[in-house]
Every structure is written in structure tokens, then in C-alpha cells.
């Protein structure tokens, strides 16, 4: 069982170019979050779905985009990078409702680097 | 809002020695209270959780953990120490069963165990 699989898992970008960080998950689960890790600062939601079709802003969504058309992916666009989206960003994923515990399922990551 | 207070962000304990990670949180409601281990360069991988009923939880790799609703703590031990355990740990609180409030996490505390 695949869990939830991100690519690439390293990447370094010029300032201005755009990329898009896959993540897709194989446990059916409804909920999905993408949050960025850096040195210090723990980890910070920058955009969440609650199902296909439906996503909305975390706490630091600017300069990212999303899309959710199928249950099980969830990709995170950077449009014209800047060296303050150098960071390592983690894909997650969980169910929530009657019988669950609400626990994320965490993808390895992927580290972008700007310059 | 919720939030995740974890003291120390760095702590060193000598090899056999009692681990203790301090987490203290803020909820309007009950929560589900999580731990999560980060070892170098890998994603986040669930090391206990308490969601309803007894309140010391316990773990993989020996960690457990007490929900103290008085105190609004879930503070991380372990007994013994071990080499193997250098890593980051993360407090996370989430709302029951709400998937439209995602996990908020602390800042992390890496530990370090000395030979």
C-alpha cells in the first residue's frame, strides 16, 4: 500500500520559473493538505480540500494555487518562485467522520530550492 | 482558534536517560491531541495519538504519552533513552472530527541523545 506519493522529492528552480508538486494518496480518503516545512518554524498550512472539487486557503497560501479534480490527487502549483518558497513541502492526507481518529498520513516530502 | 505551544525547542538527553517533550495546547473544544517523529530527510510518521477515553497513550518505540485536560498538556516521555530516537517531534492538535480545521502543529523539538 502506496500511502501518499510525492514527486519529485527534490527540484531546484530560478527565481521567476513555475512547477508543480504532485501528490496523490491511494487510501480514499476525502480530506487533503499541502503545508511547507522550514528550519525552526514547524510546519505551516499553505492550502487544504475537503473533497474533489473543493479546496481552500491555509495560513500561507500566497504564490501557490491548487486543483482537486479526483479523489486522489492534489497538486500544488508555485507560479513564478521566489527564493522564499525554498522549503520543503509535505503532502498529507486523512479521513474524518464517525469512527475516525483524524490522524494525517504524511507523504516524504519534496525539497524545492529557489535561486 | 487552536493552537500548539511546545517548550524547548532543542533538547539533550544522555543515552538511558528519561525522555520528556513538553506540549501544551488551546482548544475550544475537546481535542484529539497527536505526536508525530521526523527523522533526518523523511516525512512524518504518527508516533501516538489520544482521540476519547484513557488518558495515558501509548506509542511505538516505547514513547507514551498523558492528556491532562486540567493542565492542557500532552507532554512526550520515554524511560530510556536510545540512540536511535535523535530526531524531531511534533505536538499537533486537531478538533474532533473536523476536517475543515486541519492539524495545527507546534514548532518541533529535536532531541539529540548522547553516547
Redesign the interface.
Known sequence: NAGVTQTPKFRILKIGQSMTLQCTQDMNH??M?W?RQDP????K?IY?S?GAGIT?K?EVPNGYNVSRSTTEDFPLRLELAAPSQTSVY?C?S?????G?????F????SRLTVL | AQSVTQLG?HVSVSEGALVLLRCNYSSSVPP?L?W?VQYP??????LL?Y?TGATLVKGINGFEAEFKKSETSFHLTKPSAHMSDAAEY?C?V?E?????T??V????TRLSVIA
Open positions: 476525502n480530506y493538505y503545508y525552526g518554524m514547524g510546519l498550512l487544504y475537503v481552500d491555509g509535505f498529507a486523512r479521513t474524518v467522520g464517525q475516525a481518529t483524524g490522524e494525517l504524511f507523504g516524504e516530502g | 525547542s484529539y497527536f508525530y530527510n523523511q516525512g512524518l510518521q504518527l495519538k482521540t511534533f499537533a486537531s474532533i472530527n473536523s476536517g475543515n486541519p492539524l502543529f507546534g514548532k518541533g
